[in-house]
Nanobody
């Protein structure tokens, strides 16, 4: 099992910044992807960004150039720096980790979510 605990959400005005953090604990071996998803009211959960064990980073088109994902392996932490926030970024943000201990076996883990609200 992997436990993910997020922090850093809140209320910010449009154009402002927030930094989300996620600390992982538990069975951390074979984690090959960490990242962030978000879910706005009435919408499906969508990818924001992720980083692989090899360092590959993928961003959703909607956040490219504004958000930056980073990891600190020593702290088992992944962060999401969000700049130039827009009201459309309002959502619950979920930390995510993917573990593949064996070929063809995959486990997905989610944090409890942290609310980000951007006012216009």
């Amino acid at each position: 099992q992997v436990q993910l605990v997020e922090s850093g959400g809140g209320l910010v005005q449009a154009g402002g910044s927030l930094r989300l953090s996620c600390v992982a604990s538990g069975s951390l071996n074979s984690i090959n992807r960490k990242g962030w998803y978000r879910q706005a009211p009435g919408k499906q959960r969508e990818l924001v960004a992720y980083i692989t064990g090899g360092g590959t980073i993928v961003y959703a088109d909607s956040v490219k150039g504004r958000f930056t994902i980073a990891r600190d392996n020593a702290k088992n932490m992944v962060t999401l720096q969000m700049n130039s926030l827009e009201p459309e970024d309002t959502a619950v943000y979920y930390c995510y980790a993917q573990r593949t201990p064996l070929l063809g076996v995959r486990y997905d883990y989610w944090g409890q979510g942290t609310q980000v609200t951007v006012s216009s």
